[in-house]
């Protein structure tokens, strides 16, 4: 039976209007600063881990109370905010002339302006601090990464970007998936004749899984992250999610960095707590687990240093407080040992998808 949207998002131009509103009052601010003969100043939220909390409401991660005064009193504030307000300029020029710009271009246009970036870390950390200060996302401003996630399965889009109104998608007619752009974030399901979603952190596994006819087979939409998912597809799998009350399974590499995709995904991120709304609360890590490297024999690697620090720091990080979270971790401190997915092809191409991934939906659906 198809499913209907359960929900309708906030339509483009509700959004539009909101953010140059946001963007607006920004400027005034430091206007009256200006007006007033006094020294602008700005209050941005601190994003650093211990400034994080859970927001039950929200069930997810969100910023707490402290912040950052950044003022044109002092010399060395006075670059970073010229590079803010500059962001902020060109954000709205997106806005208002209904174009788009990835991070890389941003960064090329500021440099093309004149405005003083060393590098484009420098140049998305500032589109991320003008994020905090309007309240809204990147995306929001007409900015994005590049698109690299991937999605397939039975399930109708229908477009809303300008020039694209009405235009429908079946995304099972493309073979490899479609591309989780800006388009398809915003279009609407029209119709979905899936019963869950598969998301994959592997290139490979995620091709696995087309070609051995896992939407079919098990009703599922996959989704690719391509490592960690990129904020317009965590939206896009929240959507599917929450409007189509679609259940959500993870399955990242056995190491403290796929635990970690996976509980971004689920719990929110702390470079983006920030952001509401933009993590899965009901999504399911299912794999594959530390315990699972010992339950499948799978071919393992020792953890080298970094891979010994990312366990120490996951352990004191509060989102990693209930299992399997808890659990894991303690497995992979003893251990010592990471596997990557493709390791369960040990017992043949075929084996996730006939044996791991049925047994591993039933114990985590249990």
């Known amino acids: 039976m198809a499913r209907q949207r359960s929900g309708r998002h906030t339509s483009v131009a509700e959004s539009r209007e909101r953010v140059l509103k946001a963007l607006k009052s920004l400027g005034l601010r430091v206007v009256e600063y200006l007006e007033k003969g006094e020294f602008p100043q700005l209050e941005i939220p601190s994003r650093t881990t211990s400034n994080i909390e859970y927001d039950s409401k929200l069930r997810q991660y969100v910023l707490g109370p402290r ?79 590049e698109e690299r996630s991937s999605v397939f399965g039975a399930l109708v889009i229908e477009y809303t970007v300008p020039g694209y109104e009405g235009k429908r998608l079946d995304l099972t007619t493309i073979p490899d998936g479609a591309m989780i752009g800006p388009a398809t974030t915003t279009a609407e399901f029209v119709r979905c004749d899936a019963e869950q979603v598969f998301v994959v952190e592997k290139g490979a596994i995620y091709q696995r899984f087309l070609e051995e006819g896992v939407s079919q087979k098990h009703k599922a939409i996959i989704v690719h992250t391509a490592g960690q998912a990129p904020r317009a597809t965590r939206r896009f799998i929240r959507r599917l999610n929450q409007e189509l009350n679609l259940p959500v399974y993870i399955f990242t590499d056995g190491d403290p960095w796929g635990m970690h995709i996976a509980s971004v995904l689920i719990f929110g991120s702390a470079l983006a707590a920030h952001v509401r709304e933009l993590n899965i609360p009901d999504a399911v890590w299912a794999g594959l687990w530390a315990s699972d490297i010992e339950r499948y024999k799978l071919p393992s690697m020792r ?38 997915l493709e390791a369960l092809s040990r017992y043949g191409l075929e084996y996730i998808v006939t044996d791991y991934l049925p047994e591993k939906l039933a114990e985590v659906s249990k």
């Open 67 to 145: 912040k950052l005064v950044r003022t044109a009193r002092n010399i060395k504030h006075l670059r970073p905010m010229a590079q803010l307000l500059w962001t902020a300029m060109f954000a709205s020029r997106l806005i208002r002339e209904r174009k788009t710009s990835t991070l890389r271009d941003a960064f090329y246009n500021a440099l093309g302006f004149g405005v003083d970036f060393e590098d484009q870390q420098e140049s998305d950390e500032t589109v991320t601090e003008l994020e905090t200060l309007v309240g809204t996302v990147r995306e929001d401003f007409n900015i994005y990464p």
């Open 303 to 340: 953890f080298n240093d970094e891979d010994a620090r990312r366990v120490a720091e996951l352990e004191r990080d509060p989102r990693y407080v209930s299992d399997p979270w808890r659990r894991e971790i303690a497995n992979f401190k003893r251990l010592q040992k990471k596997a990557e």
